[in-house]
């Protein structure tokens, strides 16, 4: 069969993670793969892939953007996908818009996956409108059925993100030449114990627990150090401020590190003691907790959300009342005191993620059009 996935851009994300490893499941077992979106740095990976890119700016979320309805309309008529997968709001107007006025007999059959909590109005009501609907966690499912009661539930499938057991395992070990690199950059690292948070600096992930966190620890005795990587997107900049003036105010500016984006998170979960996951807000599927379980490293998380199934399953000891520092801070010293450790059912596997995806392409496929 052949699918095409539409998406805004494919620069970096969950989102633009899934599609280029559904991609690459699609054309390894002898399917074709077609992305549109805007373009981005992934481009080149998608298409060394096998899979093919189309350049369309389906990323504007503007009303001029449903000038694009004709033209998708004829590169879908032209390209004749068996399933069109939508991936988020602003292409999925265009995308539906295309598709409805489509000939139901010969159209491709419509998908769209929620991949998260979105804002409750008619413009997010567009990523309910598949004819099959794949929510990342139970947690999604809820929302959706909340939220838009005239969603038939029936088409809602639940596929949780996947991580792949193979490359994330507890068996992993960081190369050598990069511990050696890491050591020599952070030689006042070494003999602690390391807290990671990982996530972009915005105020509902719980930066401010976490520094608070290592404040308590430290007046305890604890020889701790917090790591927190995640980009600061520019108008984020006065938050991460913030931050700081609160690390310099509890006097732990020898005890918080902001590393920033980093391509080596894999490697920096594999070196830290715990990962933590401490949105405010709930996560609708949250990866990286995900990764550092199957790592093998014990995560502290706020029970709530998509990170609260995986947990509930993996490390349930690990969660802890939202907002609750101090629960935090005894958790994790319960953690270091007894060695606990995940184990990840493989429901979270990569694998039964991209099975499950192609079992609704191919139910849909096996099923009259409507």
């Given at each position: 069969?052949?699918?095409?996935q539409?998406?805004p851009e494919?620069n970096?994300?969950?989102?633009?993670?899934g599609?280029?490893?559904v991609?690459?499941?699609?054309?390894?077992?002898?399917?074709?793969?077609v992305?549109?979106s805007?373009?981005?740095r992934l481009v080149h990976a998608?298409e060394k892939?096998?899979?093919?890119?189309?350049s369309?700016?389906?990323?504007r979320?503007s009303?001029?953007?449903?000038?694009?309805?004709?033209?998708?309309?004829e590169?879908?008529e032209r390209?004749?996908?068996d399933?069109l997968?939508?991936?988020s709001r602003?292409p999925?107007?265009?995308?539906?818009?295309?598709?409805?006025?489509?000939?139901?007999?010969t159209?491709?059959?419509?998908?769209t996956?929620?991949?998260?909590?979105?804002?409750?109005?008619?413009y997010?009501?567009?990523?309910t409108?598949?004819e099959r609907?794949i929510?990342?966690?139970?947690?999604v499912?809820?929302y959706?059925l909340?939220?838009?009661?005239?969603?038939?539930?029936?088409k809602?499938?639940?596929?949780?993100?996947g991580?792949?057991l193979?490359?994330f395992?507890?068996?992993?070990?960081?190369a050598?030449?990069?511990l050696s690199?890491w050591?020599?950059a952070?030689?006042?690292?070494?003999g602690?114990?390391?807290l990671l948070?990982?996530g972009r600096?915005t105020?509902?992930?719980?930066q401010s627990h976490?520094i608070e966190?290592?404040?308590?620890?430290?007046r305890?005795?604890?020889?701790?150090?917090?790591?927190?990587i995640g980009?600061t997107?520019?108008?984020?900049r006065?938050?991460?401020?913030?931050?700081?003036?609160?690390?310099?105010?509890l006097g732990l500016?020898?005890?918080i590190?902001?590393l920033?984006?980093?391509?080596?998170?894999?490697e920096?979960?594999s070196?830290s003691?715990?990962?933590y996951s401490l949105?405010?807000?709930?996560?609708?599927f949250?990866r990286v907790?995900l990764?550092a379980?199957?790592l093998g490293k014990?995560?502290v998380?706020?029970?709530?959300?998509?990170?609260?199934e995986?947990?509930s399953?993996a490390f349930?000891q690990g969660?802890?009342?939202?907002?609750?520092?101090n629960?935090?801070?005894l958790?994790t010293?319960?953690?270091?005191e007894t060695?606990?450790t995940?184990?990840?059912?493989?429901?979270?596997?990569?694998?039964h993620m991209l099975s499950?995806t192609l079992n609704v392409y191919?139910?849909?496929?096996?099923s009259?059009n409507p």
């Amino acid at each position: 069969m052949k699918v095409l996935q539409i998406l805004p851009e494919l620069n970096s994300g969950g989102v633009e993670r899934g599609t280029l490893e559904v991609a690459e499941f699609l054309v390894r077992n002898g399917h074709e793969a077609v992305v549109v979106s805007h373009g981005g740095r992934l481009v080149h990976a998608l298409e060394k892939l096998g899979a093919r890119h189309i350049s369309m700016p389906v990323h504007r979320k503007s009303i001029m953007s449903l000038l694009l309805v004709r033209r998708l309309r004829e590169l879908l008529e032209r390209e004749k996908p068996d399933i069109l997968h939508i991936r988020s709001r602003a292409p999925g107007w265009i995308a539906w818009l295309a598709w409805r006025k489509m000939d139901p007999a010969t159209r491709p059959r419509l998908v769209t996956t929620v991949h998260g909590f979105y804002s409750v109005n008619a413009y997010s009501a567009v990523m309910t409108r598949g004819e099959r609907v794949i929510a990342v966690s139970e947690s999604v499912r809820t929302y959706i059925l909340r939220n838009y009661p005239k969603v038939d539930e029936q088409k809602i499938r639940v596929i949780h993100r996947g991580v792949s057991l193979d490359d994330f395992s507890c068996r992993y070990k960081a190369a050598e030449t990069w511990l050696s690199d890491w050591k020599a950059a952070h030689p006042e690292l070494e003999g602690r114990i390391l807290l990671l948070l990982p996530g972009r600096i915005t105020r509902w992930k719980g930066q401010s627990h976490f520094i608070e966190m290592i404040g308590i620890l430290k007046r305890e005795g604890w020889n701790v150090a917090g790591l927190m990587i995640g980009e600061t997107h520019p108008n984020k900049r006065p938050y991460e401020m913030e931050l700081r003036a609160l690390v310099e105010r509890l006097g732990l500016e020898k005890d918080i590190w902001f590393l920033g984006h980093r391509a080596d998170a894999k490697e920096l979960m594999s070196i830290s003691d715990v990962v933590y996951s401490l949105s405010t807000d709930p996560e609708a599927f949250g990866r990286v907790t995900l990764e550092a379980m199957a790592l093998g490293k014990p995560v502290v998380a706020y029970r709530h959300g998509g990170v609260e199934e995986q947990l509930s399953k993996a490390f349930p000891q690990g969660l802890i009342p939202v907002g609750d520092v101090n629960m935090a801070v005894l958790m994790t010293k319960t953690i270091m005191e007894t060695g606990a450790t995940p184990c990840v059912p493989v429901d979270f596997s990569i694998q039964h993620m991209l099975s499950a995806t192609l079992n609704v392409y191919q139910s849909l496929m096996g099923s009259g059009n409507p």
